[in-house]
Structure formats: structure tokens, C-alpha cells
């Protein structure tokens, strides 16, 4: 039977949340799930492949995290793009958008305990210009009813502050600042020259992510502060690119194969959280994190 998620989750800001963790121990961690662009409800959506790395995030205990365009939603009435063959069979109805929310629903209702953030991408945000509902909201309100007392609904970008505690003490935080990405990714740079731009003005955060273009890459960028002694010290300032679920290229049909765009790869990405005791001295214990990728 997997364990029910030790963490809490509060809102401190609209564009942010506060996940608290307990820890300590022999072995301790805490994983995460850091997903994007899953476009589950379209034709070429890897849904075996989403569904082992989800089922891995309840055997892990891991906390799932979502970016954006879990919806693809490009199959309704007005929308420029729909194209009557590129639509699921189980997604025939007169009321498209309710059968989305079914569909998916229907899906991930089996993590929803696990569940933390669902983001908004452009897909989604598209839909509620268009057709004045908010299908991320509305799934979120699906996967609370199935026992995703977790569940928060992110905007386009915002934050993620991992607290982690031991008793009444706190140990050193770590941020995630995320978006869901913009732009077309490049098909040199695959949109890593937003990293130095970025790195400019969200120097607060330990991790960066977003997706959207469908890349994969991790980028260490080192920077120098003081510590809470005053000294001078070196870490890590870590950009993820989270690839999606979706395989246009191989059907040798469609929009990207039209466009010329080149294949793409598949999967999201994990962060575990561990202590890392320095000099093998217990007092002078530090929480760090690994980042890898899910891919298979």
C-alpha cells in the first residue's frame, strides 16, 4: 500500500507556494515529480510512458508538480488548428471541453493525493480567452474531490518554496521559481540562452523551470554570496527544461512534421531532496538536492 504524502501545502502569495516537509533521519528524502507539457488528451500523448513515471511519483512518496499544457485541447469549435483526424476516439462529443475535463479526470485521479501544483500553459489559457472556461481549475476541482486535499491551481509562472522542518526548527529553504516558457525554443540554442537572461533577475531561486518547447537540458549556473555566517560561499543556481509527453514527428503527419520541426524528446524531470552531513559531522548537516531525468 503507498504511504499517504508528509508534506503540507499553504499559498503565502498568488503566485506562490510553501511545501513543508518533515526531516531527518538515516536515508531521508523527499522526491518530486517536475512535469510539463503532457498534452494527455492529444492523439500522439505518450500515456504509458506519463503513466510509469506517475506511478513511480506514489512508490517514491514524491510530490507532483505540474507547468502547464497537461491540456492540449486544440480539437473545438473555433479553434484554428482542430483537425478532425488528429482527435481521440473517446473524445467524440458534442460537449468537447466537459470531455476533456472527464477524460483527464479520469486519468489522474489515481495520484491526486500526490498532486501539488497544476500550472497554466498557453494551451489552457488559449481555451479561456476563447471559451470563457477554465479547464485547470475545473480538473483541479475533480482531483480535490478524489482526495487531492494538496491541490493548487499555479499561474502562468510563480514559486515554489520547499521548507523542510524538524521539530520546531527549520532547516535552510529551497525555491523553485517556474513558468510554463514562451517563445519557439530555437532550433539551435533549444531556448538555453534564456537561462542568462534569466539568471539575472531571479537570483532568489535554486532551481528554474519551464517547458513549452518540448527540450530537455539541465544548466548548472554558479554563483557567489555569503552565507548566514557571513562567509563567502559557491552553489548552484539550476535551469530544467521539461521535455512533455507528446510525439508529433514520428506519425510523419501533422503541424511539426509540416513546419519542419525535428523530433523532440519525451519524459519530465525528478529533484530529491537529501541531508548531506559535511565532514561526517551530524551537527553540521545540510539539506541539498539531486535533479534527474524521467525518462523511461
Not at 66 to 74: H, I, P, S, T
Not at 190 to 203: E, K, M, N, P, W
Request: aromatic residues 10%.
Amino acid at each position: 500500500m503507498t504511504a499517504k504524502p508528509n508534506f503540507a501545502v499553504t499559498r503565502t502569495a498568488p503566485t506562490a507556494l510553501t511545501v513543508t516537509t518533515p526531516y531527518g533521519g538515516a536515508g531521508w528524502e523527499q522526491w518530486f515529480l517536475l512535469r510539463s507539457d503532457a498534452h494527455h488528451d492529444n492523439l500522439h500523448a505518450d500515456h504509458e510512458l506519463e503513466k510509469r513515471h506517475l506511478d513511480l511519483a506514489l512508490e517514491r512518496n514524491a510530490g507532483i508538480l505540474d507547468f502547464g499544457d497537461l491540456f492540449c485541447a486544440m480539437q473545438g469549435k473555433w479553434d484554428k488548428r482542430a483537425d478532425v483526424d488528429q482527435l481521440r476516439p473517446e473524445l467524440v462529443s458534442a460537449k468537447y471541453l466537459d470531455r476533456l475535463v472527464d477524460y483527464n479526470a479520469d486519468f489522474y485521479q489515481r495520484y491526486a493525493a500526490n498532486w501539488i501544483l497544476l500550472g497554466r500553459g498557453n494551451h489552457e489559457t488559449s481555451v479561456e480567452k476563447r471559451h470563457e472556461t477554465d479547464l485547470t481549475e475545473r480538473l483541479a476541482e475533480r482531483l480535490r474531490q478524489a482526495g487531492g486535499a494538496h491541490v493548487h491551481v499555479g499561474s502562468y509562472a510563480g514559486w515554489v518554496r520547499f521548507q523542510f522542518t524538524r521539530g520546531s526548527r527549520n532547516s535552510s529553504k529551497k525555491v523553485l521559481r517556474y513558468s510554463h516558457g514562451y517563445g519557439g525554443g530555437g532550433p539551435v540554442t533549444r531556448d538555453v540562452i534564456q537561462s542568462a537572461r534569466q539568471a539575472v533577475y531571479l537570483g532568489g531561486a535554486d532551481i528554474v523551470v519551464s517547458g513549452h518547447t518540448h527540450d530537455a537540458w539541465e544548466l548548472p549556473i554558479m554563483r557567489e554570496q555569503l552565507d548566514h555566517l557571513g562567509k563567502p560561499q559557491l552553489d548552484e543556481m539550476v535551469f530544467l527544461k521539461i521535455p512533455g509527453y507528446k510525439d508529433e514527428f514520428s506519425s510523419g503527419n501533422g503541424w511539426a512534421v509540416e513546419k519542419g520541426m525535428p523530433p523532440k524528446p519525451k519524459g519530465a524531470f525528478w529533484v530529491r531532496f537529501y541531508i548531506d552531513y559535511r565532514r561526517n559531522e551530524k551537527h553540521d548537516e545540510r539539506i541539498r538536492f539531486e535533479v534527474t531525468r524521467a525518462k523511461a
